[in-house]
T-cell receptor
């Protein structure tokens, strides 16, 4: 079974630029998560989709972050404009039936300079 | 408000010995606790979990113990192997439904010395 695919693996941008990350979940997984992991911290949930609807985006900085899930499958996370404190690994995860069964992708390491 | 805490940022043990990773939590409403393992440049992978109604769960070399009165859980790895060297995250979950979210600790870097 193919895992959660993310791209790009690494991205370096200057502050105030925009960036987008892509995630392809495991086939058939209805729930998709985006996490932000800052160095030295645990992953923090940014947004959770159930099919193509948003279940939880309470920790998403909506003034600069946006996310969508196309046709309930792939998802993109965008940051515009980026700040230095956005430097982190952005992890996508998917599950059939809730976070206990979530599988994580390899993540995208973003560096904002 | 850090609801899940891993107070040891790193741990070093000798191959063949026991590794004990600790985790404390503040919310007595959590229903499940999970441990994830993360290698560099990879995403976290699920290792083992425990329901709040149990006090022990074992899977091969990995055992998780839960002490609800102390709001404390620990992961024991016996015997430790060099391939166990990774960051270990403790996570907690309230409820098992699809809308509930995992709350992660800050992680402990385990180094198993050959």
């Amino acid at each position: 079974e193919a895992g959660v695919a993310q791209s790009p693996r690494y991205k370096i941008i200057e502050k105030r630029q925009s960036v987008a990350f892509w995630c392809n979940p495991i086939s058939g997984h209805a729930t998709l998560y985006w996490y932000q992991q800052i160095l030295g911290q645990g992953p923090k949930l940014l947004i959770q989709f159930q099919n193509n609807g948003v279940v939880d985006d309470s920790q998403l900085p909506k003034d600069r972050f946006s996310a969508e899930r196309l046709k309930g499958v792939d998802s993109t996370l965008k940051i515009q404009p980026a700040k230095l404190e956005d430097s982190a690994v952005y992890l996508c995860a998917s599950s059939l039936d809730g976070p206990r069964g979530a599988f994580f992708g390899q993540g995208t390491r973003l560096t904002v300079v | 408000d850090q609801q899940v805490k891993q107070n040891s940022p790193s741990l070093s043990v000798q191959e063949g010995r026991i590794s004990i990773l600790n985790c404390d939590y503040t919310n007595s409403m959590f229903d499940y606790f999970l441990w994830y393992k993360k290698y560099p440049a990879e995403g976290p992978t699920f290792l083992i979990s425990i329901s709040s109604i149990k006090d022990k769960n074992e899977d091969g070399r990995f055992t998780v113990f839960l002490n609800k009165s102390a709001k404390h859980l620990s992961l024991h790895i016996v015997p430790s192997q060099p391939g166990d060297s990774a960051v270990y995250f403790c996570a907690a979950l309230k409820g098992g439904g699809a809308t509930n979210k995992l709350i992660f600790g800050t992680g402990t870097l385990l180094a198993v010395q050959p």
